[in-house]
């Protein structure tokens, strides 16, 4: 009976974990070249992950040099798969704090600007 007590607890836990965001808003904002002149596209969403908005960007300048097949295409009122972005400096490239796959099955990398 006390292993039973320990162990669903802890299936609980495991169970909550969930991979899915669900994108509840989408803005194109242009923003300037860090290393030159003129601007490029950001793309800045709010997901909605185990009860918290989460405020991420992908930017457009970026992505391609991140992954040839990478894109910035989440659409409002749509869930998606992502999990953590690589944590670790001894391991491959890209970076990100976000990684997910779109519904056309490329991957979103996010950078995640305030967890609410």
Sequence with gaps: ?????????TLLLVACKTTKYEV??????????LLGSGTHTEV?????HDGHKIYASCDMSTVDNLDSNARCGFRPLRTYECVLGNIKETEPLPLS?????DSDGHNVYLYVNKKD
């Design 44 to 48: 800045r969403y709010v997901l909605l």
């Design 24 to 33: 509840t808003e989408r803005a194109e904002n242009q923003v300037p070249n």
């Design 1 to 9: 009976m006390a292993y039973v007590l320990l162990v669903f607890p």
């Design 97 to 101: 704090d976000l990684k997910c796959k």
